[in-house]
């Protein structure tokens, strides 16, 4: 799975069961998403960066190349991360009508 992939598949999942007392945070696991840890943290990370999500506490040493997650971790969707669902929603949803268009008019 692509980058792009497991980062759009957290965030439906976190948007899925936002409010959830009892979600299985085993679901966004590195093993759930067929990525490396490692990979899957650095992603987890940058979606919180760019404000698609919170709620994670992660830190890097002096001898860390990069961050790492504290964890137990509990992430939480932000409202810039449900518009981004929308919005990929909509576009692939557009995309997708002007392919059945295409494929109508010769």
């Known amino acids: 799975m692509n980058d792009y992939k497991i980062m759009c598949k957290i965030l439906r999942l976190l948007d899925k069961h936002k409010g959830d007392e009892d979600f299985d945070y085993?679901?966004?696991?590195?093993?759930?998403?067929?990525?490396?840890y490692a990979e899957r943290e650095?992603?987890?990370?940058?979606?919180?960066?760019n404000g698609y999500l919170r709620g994670l506490v992660y830190t890097q040493a002096m001898s860390d190349k990069s961050p790492h997650l504290a964890e137990?971790?509990?992430p939480r969707i932000t409202m810039k991360g449900m518009a981004?669902?929308?919005?990929?929603?909509?576009?692939?949803?557009a995309k997708e009508s002007l392919q059945m268009v295409g494929d109508i008019i010769p």
């Open 26 to 36: 085993a679901l966004i696991s590195a093993s759930a998403m067929k990525c490396g």
């Open 42 to 49: 650095q992603l987890m990370i940058e979606l919180q960066e």
């Open 72 to 74: 137990p971790i509990r």
């Open 84 to 93: 981004y669902l929308e919005e990929n929603t909509m576009m692939a949803k």
